[in-house]
């Protein structure tokens, strides 16, 4: 006969409860999270943005009377009894600046606006000077890596729309002249207004402004600052030197 292998059934394997699912936060929750910590981080650089203004709207500038200008152009210090500076020029420390021919220096005039000055040797225009017209000048020198170096060492701008007014309110109506220090300089018997902005290590410059008749003569410069914490004010006796040799040709 034949034989009838038995048939074996397959094992039966035990059925197994399913684990619980495991929970992780949502893309949801962890943008709302974040967006709130970028909320509160801004919400304190505001805080303390307001906190650091309302304290540099407290402070009081103050001026220093300066001594006078002297031929030999020494540093400009301060005095210890300081004065608040207004418009007029009696309140205002002043310096008379005598007029000083260089024979070593070249001498750029300027006919249409009416004023000429000198500039020392090693320096240059950026660009060929037209008259009636504003002048960059530049200081060049010759460093380890690079010979005729040159930086900017001043700028005189002409404007034909000064009324004779106030000198502070012209400077102001044209550049944020940024917590001004104000004197006098007398040059060539002309009252200019001088200005200096307060950022010691950050951006400043330096404005004299020379008003003539209706034309308003400004001098400029860069990273010239004093220190409305301390009173202490730059040394400016290369510029002093410079407009000691300005003169008007009328």
């Known amino acids: 006969m034949e034989r009838v292998n038995p048939v074996s059934n397959p094992p039966v394997r035990p059925e197994m409860s399913p684990s619980p699912p495991i929970t992780f936060p949502t893309f949801k929750k962890i943008a709302l999270i974040g967006s709130l910590i970028l909320f509160i981080i801004i919400l304190s650089s505001i805080a303390a943005y307001l906190v650091i ?9 103050i001026n220093s009377p300066l001594p006078s200008a002297q031929s030999s152009l020494s540093p400009l210090s301060t005095q210890s ?36 000055f000198q500039y020392p040797p090693r320096h240059k225009f950026a660009e060929i000077p037209i008259e009636g017209k504003s002048v960059y000048v530049l200081n060049c020198f010759d460093s380890p890596q690079q ?16 009324n004779g007014g106030s000198r502070r ?11 001004p220090y104000y004197m006098n300089w007398v040059i060539d018997r002309v009252s200019a207004l001088v200005a200096i902005e307060g950022n010691p290590g950050g951006s400043s410059g330096l ?10 003569i400004l001098f400029t410069a860069s990273f010239v600052a004093w220190d409305p ?6 040394d400016l006796s290369y510029y002093n030197q410079i407009l000691s040799t300005l003169k008007f040709l009328d």
């Not at 010979?147 to 700028?155: G, H, I, R």
């Not at 309110?169 to 917590?179: G, I, P, T």
Request: glycine content about 2%; hydrophobic content about 30%.
């Open 53 to 61: 203004k309302s304290q540099s709207r407290s402070r009081i500038l």
């Open 81 to 116: 009894s300081p004065q608040v500076s207004v418009e007029s020029n009696n309140s205002l420390p002043t310096n008379i600046l005598t007029y000083t021919f260089h024979n070593d220096w070249q001498t750029y005039s300027d006919s249409i606006a009416g004023f000429s």
């Open 147 to 162: 010979k005729d170096l040159c930086t900017s060492a001043f700028t005189i701008d002409i404007y034909k729309d000064y």
């Open 169 to 179: 309110q012209w400077l102001n109506e044209k550049f944020s002249v940024y917590k």
């Open 207 to 216: 404005f004299i402004a020379i008003p003539k008749n209706k034309t308003m």
């Open 229 to 234: 914490n301390t009173g202490k004010l730059p």
